[in-house]
């Protein structure tokens, strides 16, 4: 069974310019998660979906980040403009439910730079 | 809001000792998941081990234990008998539902 995938795993772009990421979580699973992890902190939530539904986006940090589920399927997380403070790892995740059910796959991750 | 503390940045082990990677947290909830991942150089992050806070028995994965001590909001990794393959940046995370916590990490070196 595939896990969890991400595109790209690397990605340097210029401050202001656009960039998309991608998760493909595994099949069947309804609950999608991002999370992003900047130089030496911690491992920071930035939002849940269950299905196509965005259920908690409590985490992204300001209006320049839009995340999509079309369909139910993959996501897409895309930065609108890249400043240099987005620089970091962005990890995707992937669970068929959450609680007791709620088992969290991850991603490898995309590293974002930003110059 | 809750939070994830890992205090030690960094740890090294021999192989085939033991070590033991601590994380505290903070939350006013009473049923919540606890998680230790790893994560290999390069590598995605695994589940290592999982304690559900209403579970009093420290979960145990082979060479993996937790020291779960609830009421002092505490939950230690003990690694038994480090092997190379250990060597990786280990993440406490705490979850009651949905988005999960984490600590800033732990990275293991296991010294030959």
């Known amino acids: 069974e595939a896990g969890v995938t991400q595109f790209p795993s690397h990605s340097v772009i210029e401050k202001g310019q656009t960039v998309t990421l991608r998760c493909d979580p595994i099949s069947g699973h309804d609950n999608l998660y991002w999370y992003r992890r900047v130089m030496g902190k911690e491992i920071k939530f930035l939002l849940h979906?269950?299905?196509?539904?965005?259920?908690?986006e409590s985490g992204m940090p300001n209006n320049r980040f839009l995340a999509e589920r079309t369909g139910g399927t993959y996501s897409t997380l895309k930065v609108q403009p890249a400043e240099l403070e987005d620089s970091g790892v962005y990890f995707c995740?992937?669970?068929?439910?959450?609680?007791?059910?709620?088992?969290?796959?991850f991603g490898p991750g995309t590293r974002l730079t930003v110059l | 809001a809750q939070t994830v503390t890992q205090s030690q940045p960094e740890m090294s082990v021999q192989e085939a000792e033991t070590v033991t990677l601590s994380c505290t947290y903070d939350?006013?909830?009473?049923?919540?998941?606890l998680f230790w991942y790893k994560q290999p150089p390069s590598r995605q992050m695994i589940l290592v081990i999982r304690?559900?806070?209403?579970?009093?028995q420290n979960a145990t994965e082979n060479r993996f234990s937790v020291n779960f001590q609830k009421a002092a909001k505490s939950f230690s990794l003990k690694i038994s008998d480090s092997q190379l393959g250990d060597a990786a940046m280990y993440f406490c995370a705490y979850t009651r539902l949905n988005d999960m916590r984490f600590g800033a990490g732990t990275r293991l070196t296991v010294k030959p």
């Open positions: 979906f269950v299905k196509e539904s965005k259920q908690d």
């Open positions: 304690q559900e806070a209403y579970k009093q």
């Open positions: 939350t006013s909830e009473s049923d919540y998941y």
């Open positions: 995740a992937s669970s068929l439910g959450t609680g007791r059910l709620g088992e969290q796959f």
